[in-house]
């Protein structure tokens, strides 16, 4: 079975600051890692992967996520926010085999001008 | 070109009635997705097809939840008997196919009210 927990359901930083959203996996099979935003009223959209690859991994709008494989985490940071950042965020895990995705609770971002 | 459509993107019903939610996946993916997303529960899986595969239907709910792909496109979400704990955003996603790893694509969702 495959698990998500995302610390922190709301996180609140300044504009210019440091984003770091906290994501951590349990799974039985190596795992495939995605973080996920979803705006007000909308759909979700990527922001990044892994898929075995590369630990480091670049996404969409300056965000980036490191896989640790020691401590089960994958958290998302991007070095300076933007108020367009704010938004919820996903976690999400998927297995080998199986395609559906598994979600943490999700965690909202609010900037603060 | 065009991304993952739902409609209708909101429904109000009363209880008891019964609903059909569609969703047009993006053309030529073959894996196809729905997910739910209430307050209480965050977001669960569904429902998965994959081209004429049987569906992965472990995610549903109860029997009230039912769910079709029409010639491996478009899909129909069908909640019979609606009650009020069904009152959700209901997603669909589809991707290219069924590969490890593979991005899903979301539509904007499905907002459902039952009254």
């Known amino acids: 079975a495959q698990s998500v927990t995302q610390l922190g359901s709301h996180v609140s930083v300044s504009e210019g600051a440091l984003v770091l959203l906290r994501c951590n996996y349990s799974?039985?099979?190596?795992?495939?890692l995605f973080w996920y935003v979803q705006y007000p009223n909308q759909g979700l959209q990527l922001l990044l992967k892994y898929t075995s690859a590369a630990t480091l991994v670049k996404g969409i709008n300056g965000f980036e996520a490191e896989f640790k494989k020691s401590e089960t985490s994958f958290h998302l940071t991007k070095p300076s926010a933007h108020m367009s950042d704010a938004a919820e965020y996903f976690c999400a895990v998927s297995g080998q085999g199986a395609q559906k995705l598994v979600f943490g609770q999700g965690t909202r971002l609010t900037i603060n001008p | 070109g065009a991304g993952v459509s739902q409609s209708p993107s909101n429904k109000v019903t009363e209880k008891g009635k019964d609903v059909e939610l569609r969703c047009d996946p993006i053309s030529g993916h073959t894996a196809l997705y729905w997910y739910r997303q209430s307050l209480g529960q965050g977001l669960e899986f569904l429902i998965y097809f994959q081209g004429n595969s049987a569906p992965d239907k472990s995610g549903l709910p109860s029997d009230r939840f039912s769910a079709e792909r029409t010639g491996g496109s478009v899909s129909t979400l069908t909640i019979q008997r609606t009650q009020q704990e069904d009152s959700a955003v209901y997603l669909c996603a589809s991707s290219p196919s069924r590969g490890a790893g593979e991005t899903q694509y979301f539509g904007p969702g499905t907002r459902l009210l039952v009254l």
């Open positions: 799974s039985s099979v190596p795992p495939y």
